[in-house]
């Protein structure tokens, strides 16, 4: 097996306002879709929640589609969004699948009871930080948390962009900073549980309530602030890398994307069944399609590092050697979650 894209290869110590999005069904209605699918003619059909953009979800959903011929019915939220849907369900899921996301809200779900085990049918190994030990989830790619700076807006303030932490807290990015709230964020909560690794809880919380200041705002969803960044609303936002290569430099905004010094967090994306959701046998299709050469190579599009060895990756793509990483403590971070939100939200009111 090839060390590929600086994954397998690395040993990795290293509002819910929801978007229906049908072919077959309107947006407004959203519940009465889920329940009330449009049926393949094959008769086939799978549910399926996404904390992927809804752009991107399309891209994938549309081809599986095409080659599988099953209809999707899908609901894009975060994947906080998710994981919350999926408890309130808990006894009656609407959804049989839950696609993208970080692991660390894997991992919680897990711990609540709300993913089913399923071992994809692959041709590869995935590494043991990959998966949930019992398969009651699965990684399908990986990303680093990184800065979306606008140059334009940067230059008029007389600033750069920031290389590190620290230089978030300069009072001069008073009111120029965005990122979404990590209760609704997997994005943000994997940078929250990046600081805590890097600095140890008290000085991460110490540091958010400082961060604090200099944010003008809050989102739901983790990758929006590199909209706003790009339209020059705000200088910074913090994303992982492959949202801001894709919603910022790839459409053309004034964007850099710039990693910080210290090291960064990264997030292995997650894939998994809903315990006791419909159309349980597709979703296991879908899983095995999803980290096929042929479901990898489609990340190409949104510079998403694939996990199988043989896919393709988008040029300029953010691979795991090319950046310095901090130790994984996804499973530590998912286990404490509920926690390490409580505590940010007393510290910042949000």
Known sequence: MRVARGFLGLVLTVSLALTLVSCSAPPAKEDAAANEPVVAKSGRILRVYTALDPNESKIYFKKYEEEAGVKIQWVSMSSGAVFARALAEKNNPSMGLWFGGSATDFIAAAEQGLLGAYKPSINFELPPQAHDPKWRWSGFYFGAIGFAANTKRLERLGLKPPQSWQDLLDPRFKGEIGFAYPYTSGTSFTFLATLVELMGEDKAFDYMRRLDKNVHHYNKSGSSCVTQVGLGEIAIGIAFSHDILKKGQSRGYPVVLTLPK???????????????????????????????????????????????????????????DSVKLIKDNSVWAGKNKARLIERWRLITAQ
């Not at 210290?262 to 979703?283: M, Q």
């Open 262 to 320: 210290e090291g960064t967090g990264f997030e292995i994306g997650g894939i998994a069944l809903i315990k006791n959701g419909p159309d349980s046998a597709e979703a296991k299709k879908f899983i095995d399609w999803i980290l096929s050469v042929k479901g990898q190579n489609i990340m190409q599009e949104w510079y998403r590092i694939p996990l199988n060895p043989d896919a393709k990756v988008g040029k300029g793509a953010v691979t795991a």
